[in-house]
C-alpha cells in the first residue's frame, strides 16, 4: 500500500524579473516577475520542505543584481504593471523578497520557524532556491540534495554571474543528505531525478490522501508552457549536448509521471499556476 503525506502548503518568499528566454527556450526576450516559492509537506515522520527561494545576502549582493541585470538588457517592457498577486514594488530592484530573511518570514505565514522543519530538498543550488540553506543549518535542519549538483557547484565550475552563490553551500556544519537518483525522503515524498537545467536537478512527487499526487517540477519547467509546448528552460548551467538532452528528456519523464499518477504537475517560476495552487486555510489534504 502506497503512504501518503499528511498535508501540504504553498508559501511565496519572493519573486525576481528576469526573461522569458530563460524560462523557456526560443522564448522572447520579455521581462516579468517569476515567484519564488516552497512547498511544505506534513508527513508522519516529520515536515519536508521543498526550496527555499532567495537568501537575504543574494538579495543585497551588487553582484547578484549586476547578473539579472545583465539577463535584462535589450528587454522592452520594464514599465509594464504587473496584473497578479502579489504586484512586486515598483522600483529598480530585479527581485524581491519577503522582510528580513524571506525563509523566515514566509514559513511564519503558515505559523512554522525554520527548527520545525525536519528535512530540507533543494531541486538545485541556484541562488533563487538554495538561499535559505545557511538558515536551515543555523537551526539543523538536514539538507537533502543530489550527489551530481553537490559535486558540480563544490567544483568551482560557477558563480553568481553564473546563478549560484557559494555562500549557499558553504555554510558552516551543513548536514548533506546526499543522494543518488530518486528516493523516498518521508512517507508519501519522493525525490525525482530530473537533470538538464543543472546537472543534479531534482523535482518532487508528493501523494496526498484527499487531492492525490502532486509533482513539483523545480526549474526542470519553469512555467506551465514548457510542458504545453513539449521545451525544456532556456538555459542549462553544465553547458554540453548531454545537459540539454537531460533536460528535454526530464520534462517528458515529468509528463509520463503526471499522466501516470494523474498529478497536479506544478512549474518551478508560473505565478498564475502558483496562484492557482496557493493552500487554502489549513492547506490541502
Ligand atoms: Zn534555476
Known amino acids: ?7 501540504l502548503f504553498v508559501v511565496q518568499f519572493g ?7 530563460l524560462s523557456l527556450a526560443g522564448g522572447p526576450h520579455h521581462l516579468y516577475w517569476e515567484p519564488l516559492y516552497g512547498v ?8 519536508v520542505l521543498f526550496d527555499t527561494g532567495m537568501s537575504r545576502a543574494s538579495h543585497h549582493s551588487a553582484e547578484n543584481t549586476a547578473a539579472y541585470r545583465a539577463g535584462g538588457v535589450g528587454a522592452s517592457n520594464l514599465d509594464v504593471p504587473w496584473h497578479l498577486y502579489p504586484e512586486p514594488p515598483r522600483t529598480d530592484d530585479w527581485n524581491w523578497g519577503l522582510p528580513g ?8 505565514q503558515v505559523g512554522l520557524e525554520p527548527s520545525d522543519i525536519s528535512l530540507a530538498v533543494i531541486s538545485h543550488m541556484h541562488v533563487d532556491h538554495s538561499g535559505g540553506i545557511g538558515t536551515l543549518t543555523a537551526a539543523g535542519v538536514p539538507i537533502a540534495i543530489q550527489r551530481r549538483e553537490l559535486e558540480f557547484v563544490q567544483s568551482g565550475a560557477v558563480g553568481i554571474a553564473e546563478g549560484f552563490n557559494a555562500l549557499d553551500w558553504t555554510a558552516p556544519g551543513t548536514q548533506w543528505r546526499v543522494i543518488d537518483g530518486d528516493e523516498e525522503l ?3 515524498v519522493r525525490a525525482v531525478s530530473t537533470p538538464g537545467h543543472t546537472p543534479g536537478h531534482q523535482s518532487l512527487l508528493v501523494d496526498l490522501p484527499e487531492s492525490g499526487s502532486w509533482l513539483f517540477a523545480g526549474d526542470a519547467a519553469d512555467l506551465a508552457q514548457n510542458f ?8 542549462c548551467a553544465g553547458g554540453t549536448d548531454e545537459d540539454a538532452q537531460n533536460a528535454a528528456e526530464s520534462i517528458d519523464r515529468l509528463l509520463a509521471l503526471a499522466r ?8 518551478g517560476h508560473d505565478q498564475v ?3 492557482a495552487v496557493r493552500h487554502p486555510r489549513g492547506g490541502h489534504r
Open 1 to 7: 500500500m502506497t503512504r501518503t503525506a499528511d498535508r
Open 186 to 188: 518521508a512517507p508519501g
Open 228 to 235: 504545453l509546448d513539449h521545451t525544456p528552460c532556456g538555459s
Open 15 to 21: 519573486a525576481e524579473r528576469v526573461s522569458k528566454n
Open 260 to 267: 501516470e499518477r494523474q498529478a497536479r504537475l506544478i512549474p
Open 273 to 275: 499556476v502558483v496562484n
Open 101 to 108: 530573511d524571506p525563509l523566515v518570514a514566509g514559513l511564519a
Open 40 to 47: 511544505i509537506v506534513e508527513t508522519g515522520e516529520g515536515r
